[in-house]
């Protein structure tokens, strides 16, 4: 086998990794991009209930602080999937 053959054989390979890593970076960034959105939907419940909780004119109940730290770890995690994608 040439120089030339070994080096074309260098790019193809090349090429075709290049090419899966592509398509894989795009799929996990629109998915990331899609839990990004959920998770924004999550912040925003979130700060509500927190605004709620830390507000002293509304009576603050254990059923709020723990819907408000179920919707805080779901945050968590959904962050963590994101981080992982980026």
Known sequence: M??????QEMMESLKKQRDEIALKVHL????????????????????????????DAVETTEEMVDGAKVIGEELAQAYRRIKQRL
Not at 2 to 7: T, V
Not at 29 to 44: F, G, P, V
Request: net charge negative; hydrophobic share 35%; charged share 45%.
């Open 28 to 55: 996990a960034s629109l998915e990331a991009k899609d839990e990004w959105e959920k998770a924004e939907k999550n912040w925003d419940k979130f700060s509500v209930k927190a605004g709620e909780i830390y507000d």
């Open 2 to 7: 040439s120089l030339q053959d070994d080096i």
